[in-house]
């Protein structure tokens, strides 16, 4: 058990390309910490340099009080699941978990023990035996974390772990990470690309773009109060709408018709022209769905359908919409960034499943305007975010974090160490 | 593929083994010939003996063979182990490490390999003689390095790098010095390039004629292959034909006996499950 504190970490290549550019932050005990971003972020060699294989250019990484900076990855007594699982190959899947155990020269009998717990916790018993080459990719997976929980590490280091599994045995194996360290209450910093993992795993995110730290906050505080445009982008899916608009004394001029700001938000704004609008698909609802007492909190428009989609659960429709020169290139320029190439700009809304919205027809739409967040298109600063709002959020999640660590460590089931 | 093209590849197949394997056929048809029917003008012998055997292993000519059948073995497996070893830790270095000179190592290690044998040969032979190596089991080692080396660097070096380099690092992370991760994960996952070289190395080493019948004079140190070359026959009119295709064939066995124990080594795919992809 130990927190992970990084102070001013920096990362830069021999050729001096800055891989991480001065990241500070805090992973407190216990805590399911999530880096995440797109490829080429610097997410995976921020983990690698808390584990020791990669060396740090500056700044300091102290891991439970102890400053790790020039100590080998062996002496750090950290845990770690790579994302290719690095299975020993002509070692039966017991000996792959023990391996950590025999090379600290442990007795027999506690190898024994402690090997047999950990393919109690990840329902290996049968498989214990096999050489990693007859098991299938989940099964590989488990046999990876073994090898990680038998030690008794400070810490959790995941790399991208899911991320080689189909996609059904992703969700199974992510409910499985979630579960076992909750069980366990070991501090954990996992790295992934995936923006559902990092939503459901996480008891905070830290979003890198470029080796720099956008922000760390829980999930619902990145999904609902986010630093920039960036963070908005990334996290959501469907992800955010970007709309062009105009500020008209109070109003939004936007391509789907105006919105009201209220005062305190539209303060926010200042005298800025042309600012994006941020509109989550699901602040969209089919107008004609919509109760007539919640209508006068947003705004109604019609617009043309360019393509629907029905999934039984929800509905997706697409909505092209004109965006203006100067903001065009920004858009686009935002949407490689998050590597999602959007060829045209378009609104993707979410409506009721019941909707009987056609495609290429027109349809009237109600916009709920209370949440929606508007960024100033030069610099991407949210400037509607309500921080107090957004703190109380993650403040939250941090107390449910600690009495479920708090229940776990009193009901017995943390291995002992 | 079509039954008749299938067919066409077994008689290939069958026309390619009779061309590689008629001179050992005939080889071992010569050595059970008895000397005057040596040039009886067909394959088979008329009368089947195994007095070429006998001659090689318990006669004359035994005085001869022994012994250097005793010091091939000897100096060519020390050779083999001895390059095994040091081209290991070399490929080690050249496949994971970036230091200044990698290529240099590599090329100059090619560079041995294509050198005449013969041209050295003679510098060799006055330098031994002068400090006291002439004649010696070391003396043929050392030469027989500079064969095997280079030949394992460069095969071992391909074999290492094949091997996922996050192998090593989940060991580090697990706890394991660079030496542990190195003999207990790299290693055993590099068994199969290790065996493969041996095996190369050894025939090198084995088949080398140069060295043996310039560097030796007795028997303290001469191989097989110069043993082969100093036989004589019953009388000064008769040429030793007979055995020498014994000698041969016995020589070819212990070879044959390497390849089959170690072939169950070289199984490929060891890598498997390892990484994902």
């Known amino acids: 058990m130990a927190s992970v504190e990084m102070k001013n970490i920096v990362k830069r290549y021999g050729d001096g390309f800055p891989a991480v550019t ?24 921020l983990l690698r340099m808390v584990v020791g294989l990669e060396d740090i250019t500056s700044g300091d990484m102290i891991i439970g009080g102890r400053r790790m900076n020039d100590l080998a990855p062996r002496e750090r007594n950290l845990s770690m699941v790579f994302q290719n699982y690095a299975l020993y190959p002509h070692l039966s899947v017991f000996e792959n978990i023990a391996f950590p155990l025999r090379l600290r020269k442990a007795p027999e009998e506690e190898v024994q023990r402690k090997v047999r717990e950990a393919a109690d916790v990840l329902e290996l018993h049968e498989h214990l035996d096999r050489k990693p080459a007859n098991l299938s990719g989940g099964q590989r997976q488990r046999v990876a974390m073994g090898r990680a929980i038998v030690r008794e590490a400070d810490a959790f280091l995941f790399d991208e772990p899911l991320s080689n599994l189909d996609a059904k045995l992703r969700g199974q194996m992510r409910t499985e990470i979630a579960r076992l360290q909750r069980r366990l209450g070991i501090t954990t910093i996992y790295v992934t690309h995936d923006q559902t993992e990092a939503m459901t795993l996480g008891d905070r995110v830290c979003v890198l773009r470029k080796g720099v730290i956008q922000q760390v906050a829980s999930p619902r505080e990145l999904y609902e109060q986010p630093v920039n445009l960036f963070v908005a982008g ?4 469907p ?4 709309l062009p608009a105009r500020l008209r004394g109070g ?19 200042g005298d800025r022209d042309l600012v994006l609008v941020g509109i989550r698909p699901e602040f969209f609802e089919d107008a004609s769905l919509v109760d007539e007492a919640k209508k006068a909190y947003g705004s109604t428009f019609t617009a ?25 290139a920004q858009l686009k320029e935002l949407s490689r960034e998050l590597d999602s190439d959007q060829l045209r700009t378009q609104a993707i809304v979410s409506i009721d499943s019941s909707s009987r919205i056609r495609e290429g027809h027109e349809a009237e739409f109600w916009l709920d305007a209370r949440k929606i967040h508007v960024f100033d298109p030069a610099t991407g600063e949210n400037l509607t975010r309500d921080s107090e709002a957004g703190a109380e959020l993650t403040r939250l999640a941090e107390e449910d974090r600690a009495e479920q660590i708090s229940e776990a460590r009193a009901s017995g089931m943390t291995v002992e160490g | 593929m079509s039954t008749k093209e299938r067919n066409w590849w077994i008689v290939a197949g069958v026309l390619i083994i009779v061309y590689a394997l008629f001179p050992i056929a005939w080889i071992v048809s010569l050595s059970f010939k008895a000397p005057a029917d040596i040039a009886n ?13 006998s001659q090689i292993l318990t006669g004359d000519a035994a005085s001869l063979f ?8 000897g100096i060519c497996l020390i050779a083999t182990f001895l390059a095994c070893i040091l081209a290991m830790f070399a490929a080690y270095a050249i496949a994971r490490l970036n230091f200044r000179g990698k290529k240099l190592i590599l090329s100059t290690a090619l560079a041995v390999a294509i050198f005449p044998v013969i041209s050295i040969v003679t510098p060799l032979f006055n330098l031994w003689r002068l400090i006291g190596l002439y004649d010696t089991w070391l003396g043929l080692i050392i030469p027989y390095l500079s064969l095997t080396l280079p030949l394992s660097i460069w095969t071992m070096s391909a074999f290492f790098r094949e091997i996922p380099w996050e192998m090593e690092q989940a060991a580090q992370v697990d706890g394991a010095t660079s030496w542990q991760a190195f003999r207990k994960v790299i290693v055993p996952l590099a068994a199969p390039g290790v065996f493969t070289t041996a095996i190369l190395a050894f ?37 030793p034909t007979g055995a020498t295709a014994g000698a041969a064939v016995v020589v070819t066995i212990p070879v044959i006996i390497l390849v089959l124990i170690f072939q169950r080594r070289i199984v490929s795919g060891l890598t498997n499950g390892a990484v994902k992809g």
């Not at chain 1, 990334?234 to 899916?237: C, E, Q």
């Not at chain 2, 003008?41 to 055997?53: A, S």
């Open chain 1, 234 to 237: 990334f996290i959501g899916s």
């Open chain 1, 239 to 242: 992800p955010m709408n970007f």
């Open chain 1, 251 to 269: 109003t939004l001029a936007t391509p789907f018709g105006d919105v009201v700001m209220d005062a305190k938000r539209a303060a926010g704004i």
């Open chain 2, 203 to 239: 025939f090198l080493a084995w088949n080398d004629f140069v060295y043996g019948i310039s560097l030796t004079s007795t028997n303290a140190a001469r191989p097989v292959p110069a043993a082969l070359g100093l036989f004589s026959g019953a009388s000064q009119f008769e040429d």
């Open chain 1, 22 to 45: 001065d990241v500070s932050m805090d992973v407190a005990d216990g805590e399911f910490m999530i880096l995440v971003g797109p490829s080429g972020c610097g997410k995976s060699t």
């Open chain 2, 41 to 53: 003008g067909q394959f088979l012998p008329t009368v089947f003996t195994w007095q070429n055997y």
């Open chain 1, 304 to 328: 043309q359908v360019d393509v629907t989609e029905w999934l039984g659960d929800a509905q997706f429709a697409y909505i092209p919409y004109d965006a203006p020169e100067e903001v065009a």
């Open chain 2, 66 to 73: 022994l012994p250097a059948l005793r010091n091939s073995f």
